[in-house]
């Protein structure tokens, strides 16, 4: 494995991932050279045997037998489907991320990359993950489209304005990695790089207890704490409730993956992205049987302001007790009992 590496000058593989993609395509390379010499070697053979000797010799009719087709068909097809069965086998294993994975909320904009993490501290160009751990991260971005490469980890994914994706790894090496921007995305793209570290558990421990006063960051115990005070401080519960009461504006709790009917009587799933695109577009899509009287926040928000009233949302799913098995906290505010009840009458 480490020659083939060498010899088709990939870096080494630092993620769990690396081994898995590494040998299919070891195994894509090795049969598609291995045929590709067979077939130069059997053009080359028949050129020199079936040549013209004479000025008017006919062309020699060549048949192969019904079962000799059918085997060298069928070996081939059978060839791809099985790169096509490992392959999307490691899809699926690259596009679920598990569970207990660490989050990192990361936005792509020309030309930078910034990462928000649920201690609410954000940082640019500079990714710090954990080795040995599992690390989701949660994309967006701002502007064009991005695309979210880290060699060593085998890991790449285009990032797209208005929809979140995500991905995972788990890295294995401790060391700093580059990260590319592979979506070219203006003049600057070749300026778009990062820098991956990965720490230690212990190191990364250590990291983490710094507090990121220095910074002059808030650093919150966890982003739905962070949301829930954001929420507090922009005032979005002037419009909206977190205990399932309708307002002004919906609710959020329950709002998460719920599906919403829109004034224009598409219907939405309410994800990440949507969230957020109500947050910046809130013109967009209207929700049906409200007003669209909800201003922007492009531009007044923090992406790691957008990522907490995110997680404070996602937070306030309607039946999460079960599912959790842990009680939410009681996040109803009291800010609303003073506001009127539905300013804009009965419609
Ligand atoms: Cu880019």
Redesign the pocket.
């Known amino acids: 494995m480490e020659t083939l590496r060498a010899l088709l000058y990939l870096p080494a593989g630092a993620s769990t991932f690396a081994d898995g993609i590494d040998a299919l395509h070891a195994f894509v390379i090795t049969v598609t050279m291995l045929m590709a010499t067979l077939a130069f070697g059997a053009a080359a053979w028949f050129t020199v045997r079936h040549r013209r000797r004479r000025a008017r010799q006919l062309t020699e009719r060549l048949t192969a037998s019904l079962r000799r087709e059918i085997v060298i068909i069928g070996g081939i097809l059978a060839m791809f489907l099985l790169w096509w069965v490992i392959g999307y086998r490691q899809y699926l294993r690259m596009m679920e991320p598990p569970a207990d994975a660490e989050i990192v909320y990361v936005y792509?904009k020309?030309?930078m990359w910034t990462f928000s993490y649920g201690d609410g501290r954000e940082t640019n160009d500079l990714l710090t993950v954990p080795s040995g751990r599992r690390v989701k991260l949660v994309m967006t971005s701002r502007d064009v489209i991005?695309?979210f490469f880290v060699p060593e980890l085998r890991v790449k994914h285009d990032v797209l304005p208005g929809r979140w994706v995500t991905v995972w790894f788990e890295a294995t090496q401790p060391g700093v990695y580059p990260i590319w921007?592979t979506?070219y995305?203006g003049v600057g793209?070749s300026q778009?790089r990062a820098r991956l570290v990965v720490l230690h558990a212990d190191d990364y421990a250590r990291w983490k207890s710094q507090a990121g006063g220095d910074a002059g960051v808030a650093v919150a115990s966890d982003l739905v704490a962070l949301g829930r005070e954001v929420a507090l401080k922009r005032a979005c519960v002037a419009c909206h409730t977190l205990d399932g009461q309708r307002h002004v504006g919906p609710t959020f709790r329950g709002l998460f993956g719920s599906t919403q009917t829109l004034a224009d009587g598409r219907r939405v799933i309410a994800d990440e992205a949507y969230l957020t695109r109500s947050m910046m577009e809130p013109n967009a899509d209207v929700v049906a049987g409200y007003r669209s009287v909800m201003p922007t926040y492009q531009g007044t928000l923090t992406n790691g302001e957008v990522a907490a009233l995110v997680e404070l949302i996602r937070s306030l799913r309607a039946a999460p007790a079960e599912r959790e098995g842990v009680a939410l906290p009681d996040l109803s505010i009291d800010v609303l009992d003073a506001a009127p009840q539905d300013p804009w009458g009965p419609r």
């Open positions: 792509a020309q030309w991005h695309s921007c979506e995305c793209h778009m």
